[in-house]
């Protein structure tokens, strides 16, 4: 291919994935997400930690994924009309700022970075469901 003919490939090629026809849309309710990834995930990391951390190349990465879908997840939590006043988006900061940590830490395998990032996590949890979540 000439010279140029490749930079008209590269350059639609790149047009494409900037203008990718997608736009979010919001589908799933903050009960949804709670019920199947905050709960789950956070429940799955809580009792590894309990029975005293992750033990083998196999728990880190699972640690690691759990941790990085909380992250993504408490981000739905700020976009769109799930969105509420504070401390609803102060709340969700803290919960992406610790699993954030948590993805860290388990890259790093450090049991104890870990810990940490899931009491920072968990604060961000009990914050907003002190003021948000029905109580039962
Ligand atoms: C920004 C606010 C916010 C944050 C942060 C948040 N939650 Fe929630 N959570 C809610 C609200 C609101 C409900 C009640 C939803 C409903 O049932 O309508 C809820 C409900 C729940 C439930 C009950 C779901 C069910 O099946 O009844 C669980 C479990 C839960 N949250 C786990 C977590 C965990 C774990 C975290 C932290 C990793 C977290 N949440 C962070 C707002 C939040």
């Known amino acids: 291919m000439k010279k140029s ?3 008209i490939v590269l350059t639609l090629a790149l047009a494409g994935l900037v203008f990718a026809d997608h736009e979010y849309a919001e589908v799933g309710s903050v009960h949804d997400i709670m019920e199947v990834v905050q709960g789950p995930s956070m429940k799955y990391v809580s009792e590894m930690m309990k ?3 992750p033990q083998n190349d196999d728990d880190w ?3 690691k994924a759990r941790a990085s ?3 993504e997840a ?3 939590l700020l976009m769109g009309a799930r969105v509420k006043d504070e401390p609803w988006t102060s709340s969700a900061m803290q919960t ?3 699993a954030k940590e948590a993805v860290a830490a388990a890259d790093a395998k450090d049991v104890e970075a870990l810990r940490a990032a899931m ?3 968990g604060g961000g949890c009990r914050s907003c ?3 948000y979540k029905p109580k039962k």
């Open 96 to 98: 992406i700022a610790g």
């Open 69 to 71: 879908v909380l992250a």
């Open 51 to 53: 029975a005293g951390g």
């Open 5 to 7: 003919a490749l930079l």
């Open 61 to 63: 990465k699972h640690a």
């Open 74 to 76: 408490s981000q739905l």
């Open 119 to 121: 009491g920072t996590l």
């Open 129 to 131: 469901h002190k003021v």
